[in-house]
């Protein structure tokens, strides 16, 4: 095997490594690792001691690896929310042009929700720019989505009411919440300003949580009679999102071959 093809695979054997640990919900021993790469116990020990060196990985008190210092430095140095704006935005697009409406992306921040993209209206009459414009989560489409989901939890105390057509108590927002999740998607219609209808869906990520919610807005008389089909359709959008900020599918070894979590042992 001539030095270069050498040198790829290794190459790709360490960035499966890192991924591995990346992708785990818990740190990961060395024996979990060379389990789960299928490599000789050499192998896995030189690899791992070039990444530690490098910052891709380091260990914990008690031995086992977990994403090293390059990942929190590079975290710390950029907006947290710039990659997932840059991998909704295609999506966002596509959904403006399906729709007409303004899109939003919002994600939590401690206890508020914040905007931190918009798309917006093709209509003459469509929605303001809601982007560093705080409301309370239960007031919006896209915030409760975060409530149910459990990315946000009601404040405690009574519940601000900028229209009669606002949720009155936590209470009933819990029960909004409820159907929510049951149908998957949340609605607000006059909730936060008379005339305007939100419908959002939930983005999940790489552990099943809930990173951000998708929606659109508009004025009541063109949403309120479409709501069960644009939800639909923003499912269809977040599912597509939710995908891409999962990543691939992870390699997994079974009876010393690779293979994709979603593949198929064929005997």
Same mark, same amino acid.
């Given at each position: 095997?001539?030095?270069?093809?050498?040198?790829?695979?290794?190459?790709?054997?360490?960035?499966?490594?890192?991924?591995?640990?990346?992708?785990?919900?818990?740190p990961m021993s060395f024996a979990d690792l060379q389990?789960?790469?299928?490599?000789?116990?050499?192998?896995?020990?030189?690899?791992?001691?070039?990444?530690?060196?490098?910052?891709?990985?380091?260990?914990?008190?008690?031995?086992?690896?977990?994403?090293?210092?390059?990942?929190?430095?590079?975290?710390?140095?950029? *907006?947290?929310?710039?990659?997932?704006?840059?991998?909704?935005?295609?999506?966002?697009?596509?959904?403006?042009?399906?729709?007409?409406?303004?899109?939003? /992306?919002?994600?939590?921040?401690?206890?508020?929700?914040?905007?931190?993209?918009?798309?917006?209206?093709?209509?003459?009459?469509?929605?303001?720019?809601?982007?560093?414009?705080?409301?309370?989560?239960?007031?919006?489409?896209?915030?409760?989505?975060?409530?149910?989901?459990?990315? /946000?939890?009601?404040?405690?105390?009574? /519940?601000?009411?900028?229209?009669?057509?606002?949720?009155?108590?936590?209470?009933?927002?819990?029960? *909004?919440?409820?159907?929510?999740?049951?149908?998957?998607?949340?609605?607000?219609? *006059?909730?936060?300003?008379?005339?305007?209808?939100?419908?959002?869906?939930?983005?999940?990520?790489?552990?099943?949580?809930?990173?951000?919610?998708?929606?659109?807005?508009?004025?009541?008389?063109?949403?309120?009679?479409?709501?069960?089909?644009?939800?639909?359709?923003?499912? *269809?959008?977040?599912?597509?999102?939710?995908? /891409?900020?999962?990543?691939?599918?992870?390699?997994?070894?079974?009876?010393?071959?690779?293979?994709?979590?979603?593949?198929?042992?064929?005997?």
């Amino acid at each position: 095997m001539s030095e270069t093809a050498t040198g790829t695979r290794a190459l790709d054997r360490a960035a499966d490594l890192v991924a591995t640990v990346v992708h785990a919900d818990e740190p990961m021993s060395f024996a979990d690792l060379q389990d789960a790469s299928g490599l000789a116990k050499s192998t896995t020990s030189r690899l791992l001691t070039a990444l530690e060196r490098s910052g891709l990985l380091e260990r914990d008190p008690s031995g086992s690896y977990v994403a090293g210092r390059l990942f929190w430095l590079y975290a710390a140095r950029h *907006d947290p929310w710039e990659e997932l704006v840059r991998l909704a935005r295609p999506v966002m697009d596509a959904l403006g042009a399906d729709t007409g409406e303004t899109v939003h /992306l919002s994600v939590a921040r401690g206890e508020r929700v914040v905007q931190v993209a918009q798309v917006d209206s093709t209509f003459l009459l469509g929605t303001r720019d809601w982007t560093d414009v705080e409301v309370p989560a239960h007031c919006s489409a896209l915030g409760k989505v975060l409530l149910a989901w459990g990315a /946000l939890e009601l404040p405690e105390g009574d /519940l601000e009411r900028p229209t009669p057509s606002t949720l009155p108590d936590a209470d009933a927002v819990r029960r *909004d919440c409820e159907q929510a999740r049951r149908r998957g998607w949340a609605l607000t219609q *006059d909730e936060l300003e008379i005339g305007l209808t939100g419908i959002a869906v939930p983005v999940f990520g790489v552990r099943d949580d809930v990173v951000a919610s998708l929606g659109i807005s508009g004025p009541t008389p063109r949403l309120a009679q479409r709501a069960d089909e644009l939800g639909r359709r923003l499912l *269809d959008r977040s599912a597509a999102l939710s995908s /891409l900020l999962r990543g691939p599918a992870r390699p997994t070894t079974v009876g010393g071959t690779a293979r994709t979590e979603n593949e198929e042992v064929v005997a």
